[in-house]
């Protein structure tokens, strides 16, 4: 049947096109109607009706698309060779096709570049992610419990990092070492003389005894001697990720350029564990800094609407839409006990339901009925993490509210946020190795190319199913792998990246590639 279809729908799709012909604005006029006075520019256009756009299209604001269209960085990007290239490159699409993909490649283009130059190993490391995927949320925790360890006591464990066989002996049994926190000269005096022992020193004599006898890594363990009880208390995470000594020492390493980043910000270490525990959705935010700070202002309404993830996706996906509602959380409420009846949310019914019963989550967004004024202004921003919406639960934005000032700052500080996420990542893909590997989830060779590419890794365990389908796809791994200048380009630009991992851009390519071709 055919519907009304919004002036900010037919922005995206209009915007898509542009994205399709590679020839900037000036070719809307081969498919749609000049949109003003000015036949160069792109505004808001009058409402229109048009034949029934695709299930899974959802609008963005009123004013986000066209504005973006309009910027300097847009002109300019679709006027450059080697993005129009991509555009019209037959695995574009395909790309596009799958949103998490496409995020993930927006917030960390150069993570993908090596191995999207080798189809055969981008396989390789997906497959090695979807085998991993299944212990994500025990190395999940396990990486929480090293970043706790390493926030407070850094200098000491990288010091056993820098010699892995020693490090992994200790995790696998950190009981075992727990004296030694009063006496680190026991310790070196034990691991000295590691080779004629029967006891937990035995098994890795020549390890120990080239860490007693590293002078600089003996000073650091003598300073802060408390490491070994640290261990002891999180002792199951650290067994978890003894199986792979390499990966160990990694982890550790990128625990510690984490904290650093965090710690500089102002996060708290409490803070530091829930990001350690949810790297996946610190990335999408961390490639969106206007919607980690909107989240960070609003933290306690979006741990409401987090603990509804499909409600909260609806709402992500067409942010606009929802922004009525910033001064009467009572008519939200109502409209959403009534979902079915509701354009916005009749494809979700059943979760705007439950979101509307839910009365500890309802009073939290009637407190702050803000949130969804926020969510709007920053429509492009949200939409590019809608496919992760089901990340965000409420232990992350609780975290993220009690330090809203130092994720308000890390927001402007482009260069700190990424430092600090692409550690996360490296730690959770690291974590993750040594859990498979001692699950044995993973052989050899698979751990060395999951280390390899440690953010790569992480993003396709977070979507192994996504990245699965798009190794398989010839034309995709051939625009990815001819693109990456145009790819790392677009990831610069935070709106653009945002309108590209919009899970409504595919059905609006597809929408504007049948416009093109009537128009043809």
């Known amino acids: ?44 256009a009058e409402r229109y009706v048009q034949s029934q756009v695709g299930e899974g299209d959802v609008t963005l604001g009123d004013t986000a698309v066209p504005e973006l269209m309009q910027t300097d960085a847009f002109e300019l990007m679709v006027k450059d060779p080697s993005f129009r290239a991509l555009a019209a490159s037959p695995g574009f699409k395909a790309l ?41 949320p025990q190395s999940s925790q396990a990486s929480a419990a090293l970043l706790s360890a390493v926030a407070a006591h850094s200098a000491a464990l990288q010091a056993l990092a820098s010699h892995p066989q020693a490090l992994a002996a200790i995790a696998a049994n950190p009981q075992a070492f727990a004296s030694f926190a009063s006496n680190a000269n026991a310790f070196q005096a034990a691991a000295a003389a590691a080779k004629g022992s029967t006891d937990h020193f035995a098994n890795n004599a020549s390890a120990f005894q080239n860490l007693a006898a590293d002078a600089k890594a003996m000073q650091a363990l003598k300073a802060d001697s408390a490491v070994f009880s640290a261990l002891a208390a999180n002792a199951a995470g650290f067994k978890a990720l003894s199986g792979q000594p390499q ?45 980690l700070a909107a989240i960070a202002a609003h933290s306690n309404a979006f741990a409401a609407l987090a603990s509804h993830p499909q ?39 059943s979760a705007f339901q439950q979101l509307a019963s839910d009365n500890a989550a309802m009073k939290a967004l009637s407190a702050d009925p803000r949130v969804f004024s926020a969510i709007g202004n920053n429509a492009l921003a949200f939409g590019g993490i809608a496919s992760s919406a089901h990340m965000l639960n409420a232990q992350l934005m609780s975290a993220m509210g009690q330090n809203a000032s130092a994720f308000s700052s890390m927001a402007a500080n482009a260069a700190q946020l990424s430092a600090a996420s692409q550690a996360l990542q490296a730690l959770n893909a690291q974590s993750l190795v040594a859990s498979a590997a001692a699950a044995s989830h993973l052989n050899a060779a698979a751990s ?22 798009v190794s398989q796809q010839a034309a995709a791994m051939a625009t990815l792998s001819s693109n990456q200048k145009a790819l790392s380009a677009l990831a610069a630009q935070p709106n653009l990246a945002a309108l590209m991992a919009n899970p409504s851009f595919s059905a609006a390519l597809n ?3 049948a416009s093109q071709s009537h128009a043809d």
């Open 311 to 349: 409600a909260l996706a609806a709402i992500l996906s067409n942010g606009s839409a929802f922004s009525s509602f910033a001064s009467n959380a009572n008519a939200f409420r109502d409209a959403a006990s009534k979902a079915a009846a509701d354009a916005r949310m009749a494809r979700n019914a």
């Open 1 to 44: 049947m055919a519907t009304s279809i919004s002036n900010q729908n037919r922005m995206l799709v209009t915007g898509a096109l542009v994205l399709v012909v590679g020839a900037g604005a000036y070719g809307l006029g081969r498919v749609y109607p000049p949109l003003g006075p000015s036949a160069g520019t792109v505004a808001p």
């Open 247 to 291: 990966a160990l020492a990694a982890a550790v390493n990128s625990a510690a350029a984490a904290a650093s980043q965090l710690r500089s910000a102002g996060v708290s270490s409490a803070a530091m564990s829930a990001l350690a525990a949810n790297p996946a959705a610190f990335a999408a935010l961390a490639g969106q800094p206007k919607a």
């Open 511 to 513: 929408q504007a590639g």
């Open 448 to 469: 060395q190319a999951a280390l390899a590419n440690p953010q790569a890794f992480a993003a396709m365990a977070a979507n192994p199913q996504a990245f699965a389908s």
């Open 96 to 136: 596009a096709g799958q949103p998490q993909v496409m995020a993930a490649l927006m917030a960390n283009p150069k993570a993908f570049a090596s191995l999207a130059a080798n189809p055969s190993a981008f396989a390789g490391v997906a497959n090695a992610a979807r085998n991993a995927s299944a212990l994500a």
